[in-house]
């Protein structure tokens, strides 16, 4: 069992930067952010290969960095030029076994965390 916990979430204005972290205790493989915002389905966000490789939804690339440390046990999403439409509750998602590459699909993750609030203000 993989326990996932966010951390790095709150209120900012538009064009700031905010940094979340997710740490895993136990072995986690793929690892991914996704954010559901109220009244909305949850969607993707960013995602990570397992022996490399990053993907991100349209509507944060090139705002937005995915990593992941040496050790696999803590991911980050860099958030950089936030807008008001970036607000919701972001979610990180591991999976029990490897893929090589970034997986988008919420159904593709078997562990989930709690969620870390983000709001961006106009």
């Known amino acids: 069992q993989v326990q996932l916990v966010e951390s790095g979430g709150g209120l900012v204005q538009a064009g700031d930067s905010l940094r979340l972290s997710c740490t895993a205790s136990?072995?986690?493989?793929?690892m991914a952010w996704f954010r559901q915002a109220p009244g909305k389905e949850r969607e993707f966000v960013a995602a990570?290969?397992?022996?490399?490789?990053?993907t991100y939804s349209d509507s944060v690339k090139g705002r937005f960095t995915i990593s992941r440390d040496n050790a696999k046990t803590t991911l980050h999403l860099q958030m950089n030029s936030l807008k008001p439409e970036d607000t919701a509750v972001y979610h990180c998602?591991?999976?029990?076994?490897?893929?090589?590459?970034?997986?988008?699909?919420?159904?593709?993750?078997?562990?989930w965390g709690q969620g870390t609030q983000v709001t961006v203000s106009s």
């Open positions: 998602a591991a999976r029990r076994s490897a893929s090589l590459v970034p997986m988008i699909q919420s159904n593709d993750y078997d562990y």
């Open positions: 990570t290969g397992w022996v490399g490789g990053t």
């Open positions: 136990g072995r986690a493989f793929n």
